[in-house]
């Protein structure tokens, strides 16, 4: 018997926005402040197995993305993952890099790595669900106004 795929839960969340092909969802774990993933809609496991339009798309929500982050926190650089180590679906992580601290809901957001590469096996990082709303709320707002 395999196991669900996580990412084709119909409670995949929390949501920031919906496309087409594409969900920008909230990372659970929010060591880097803003941290999302961008979820392809149907199952598929290998990037080089997306449709020109879902790639044309993913173009589109990526810009989106990048613009509320950089809008939000103003972080000085981003990372762009398709890493799917644990979860076999495609989904790309935008990563947002920090010079400095950031702040938000009572709580201090550093990025003890940067400039340098990226952690990985980073420390998780988890809001309060109140604090994971609260995000996601704020990156809704930022990501409907974003130029795509």
Partial sequence: MTTPCVLCSPT????????EHWTVVLNRNQNLLGK??????RHAEAVPDLRPEEWAELHAVMGRATAALAGLFAPEHFNYAFLQNQDRHIHLHVIPRYSGPREFAGQTFADPDYPAHYAVPAPVRPLTPEGSM???????RAYAGAAS
């Fill in 12 to 19: 995949l969340g929390p949501v920031i926005a919906q496309a």
């Fill in 134 to 140: 609260a995000l996601a709320e704020r990156l809704r």
């Fill in 36 to 41: 999302l993933m961008l979820v392809l809609r």
